[in-house]
Nanobody, 127 residues
Framework: QLQLVESGGGFVQPGESLKLSCVVS????????IGWFRQAPGKGREEIAC????????YYRNAVKGRFTISRHSARNTVYLEMNNLTPEDTGVYFC????????????????????WGQGTQVTVSS
């Protein structure tokens, strides 16, 4: 049973950066696909980036491509989401999720039903 805890959210101005962390406990990250989701106010939860279970490929939604970077540190059992050049449209609650299924992150589909979820961290971008 995995437990995921996000941190690093906050209030920033447009153009600034934040780096979110997702610390995983209960098992090693090795062999798990990791996804980052966000839920904007009044909208559904949307997957924006993922790291595949083979630890080889990363995929990004067009809205964040070139600005966000997902990475993982296996020794720390932690996944990161570095977010640059933030805009008000990036405002929302950010969640990390994990699943052992290879199909969870392939770049061909999004919003897979991951088995394990964190509680989320709020990101607010406003001037």
């Amino acid at each position: 049973q995995l437990q995921l805890v996000e941190s690093g959210g906050g209030f920033v101005q447009p153009g600034e950066s934040l780096k979110l962390s997702c610390v995983v406990s209960g098992a090693s990250l090795v062999g798990y696909s990791i996804g980052w989701f966000r839920q904007a106010p009044g909208k559904g939860r949307e997957e924006i980036a993922c790291y595949d279970s083979d630890d080889r490929s990363k995929y990004y939604r067009n809205a964040v491509k070139g600005r966000f970077t997902i990475s993982r540190h296996s020794a720390r059992n932690t996944v990161y989401l570095e977010m640059n050049n933030l805009t008000p449209e990036d405002t929302g609650v950010y969640f990390c999720a994990a699943d052992s299924a290879r199909a969870a992150c392939t770049g061909g589909t999004w919003n897979y039903h991951y088995d394990y979820w964190g509680q989320g961290t709020q990101v607010t971008v406003s001037s």
